[in-house]
């Protein structure tokens, strides 16, 4: 790269520059009749299409509108809560015994008798006499339910029965295969 001093680069810039002197060479062109390109017949008119393309260019859908940026929540500080207390020790596992009494039939018999007695003495006591004192309001719903329950015995008796004595017979063959 050749250096230069910068007295000769100021200079190159004072120096004016001239206009470039016109070349007295230049041919001037005529236009003449060969020169002159031929009409070209005009083009036949396009047949108009039988459907528009722009009927069915589909617009893309206008893109959603941002979201939100969701607002930061900060629960309140809470305490743990305290630790639950511990399960209950398990009691031990007992197996169902059979529905054998403790007592003889006729023991149980006599029992159930005398509570039947209770009760009927206690609801005596508490009954409600109505008109004459003789019919309480217990004798009313006993009278009218009679016939109530006695239709629907009539109706599930006979099932309730079968069931229970197939499962007392089901029990009886257990013990028997058990010996």
Known sequence: MPSFAQDDIDSLFDTPVSAPEPDEDDDVLELTEDMVLEEEPEPEPEPEPAFDIDDFVVEPEPEPAPVPEPVAFIPPVVPPPPP??????????????????????????????????????????????????????????????????????????????????KKEIERMVNRSEDF
């Not at 209950?88 to 059979?98: I, K």
């Not at 007695?117 to 004459?132: P, S």
């Open 84 to 165: 639950p207390p511990p399960p209950p020790p398990p009691r031990p596992h007992r197996e169902p015994e059979d529905d054998e009494s403790l007592m003889s039939p006729p023991n149980v018999d006599r029992g159930a008798s005398l509570l039947s007695d209770l009760a009927r003495e206690i609801v005596r006591q508490k009954a409600f006499g109505l008109g004459n004192s003789t019919l309480t309001v217990e004798d009313l719903v006993r009278d009218l339910l009679r016939p109530i329950l006695k239709e629907w015995l009539d109706q599930n008796l006979p099932y309730m029965i079968e069931r229970i004595v």
